[in-house]
């Protein structure tokens, strides 16, 4: 991979917006680069039961154990699709329902392997990493971990 990105993936709260404008006016690649592919993952108001609805996930990690393993999952991504750059954002702390949580941006001389690349780094994140994420109910309804379910 051509560029390194950022030297932890985490961002205390909801990703801002300038971040996300940041990195899409300035992916740090280069002049060779011909595609990039986004991901955005935002917290849901999921249902569950009595009626309540998820307001907020509280994520919480291993931030030393999740940067290690997120550098594995650049450098196998990267040489699996000859990336230009992967950058990978993820929230600490709490994260309301409609705010964003997750970026992933992949940078390659072509559009395939891009998408490719991102759609995996997405899946590495959500299956590898040690980020724990305590989904806040409405009506003071208490918490319930979430739980990540397969791709599909």
Same mark, same amino acid.
């Given at each position: 991979?051509?560029?390194? #990105?950022?030297?932890?993936? *985490? $961002?205390?709260?909801?990703?801002? #917006?300038?971040?996300? #404008?940041? &990195?899409? =006016?300035?992916?740090?690649? /280069? %002049?060779?680069?011909?595609?990039?592919?986004? *991901? &955005?993952?935002? $917290?849901?108001?999921?249902?569950?039961?009595?009626?309540?609805?998820?307001?907020?996930?509280?994520? =919480?990690?291993?931030?030393?154990?999740?940067?290690?393993?997120?550098?594995?999952?650049?450098?196998? $991504?990267?040489?699996?699709?000859?990336?230009?750059?992967?950058?990978?954002?993820? /929230?600490?702390?709490?994260? !309301? $329902?409609?705010?964003?949580?997750?970026?992933? &941006? !992949?940078?390659?001389?072509?559009?395939? %392997?891009?998408?490719?690349?991102?759609?995996?780094?997405?899946?590495?994140?959500? /299956?590898?990493?040690?980020? *724990?994420?305590?989904?806040? &109910? /409405?009506?003071?309804?208490?918490?319930?971990?979430?739980?990540? =379910? %397969?791709?599909?």
């Amino acid at each position: 991979m051509t560029t390194r #990105a950022q030297r932890t993936l *985490f $961002v205390p709260g909801a990703i801002p #917006a300038h971040q996300v #404008a940041r &990195l899409l =006016t300035r992916p740090g690649t /280069s %002049p060779e680069t011909g595609g990039h592919a986004l *991901f &955005l993952g935002q $917290v849901r108001a999921d249902p569950h039961e009595g009626g309540q609805v998820v307001t907020a996930i509280e994520y =919480t990690a291993h931030e030393a154990m999740a940067d290690a393993e997120m550098e594995r999952i650049r450098d196998e $991504v990267g040489a699996r699709h000859e990336l230009e750059a992967l950058h990978v954002l993820h /929230s600490l702390g709490e994260v !309301a $329902v409609g705010e964003l949580c997750l970026l992933v &941006l !992949a940078s390659s001389r072509h559009r395939g %392997p891009a998408r490719d690349a991102c759609h995996e780094a997405v899946e590495a994140v959500k /299956s590898r990493l040690p980020i *724990f994420g305590r989904e806040l &109910l /409405s009506g003071g309804g208490g918490h319930h971990w979430k739980v990540n =379910t %397969p791709p599909g």
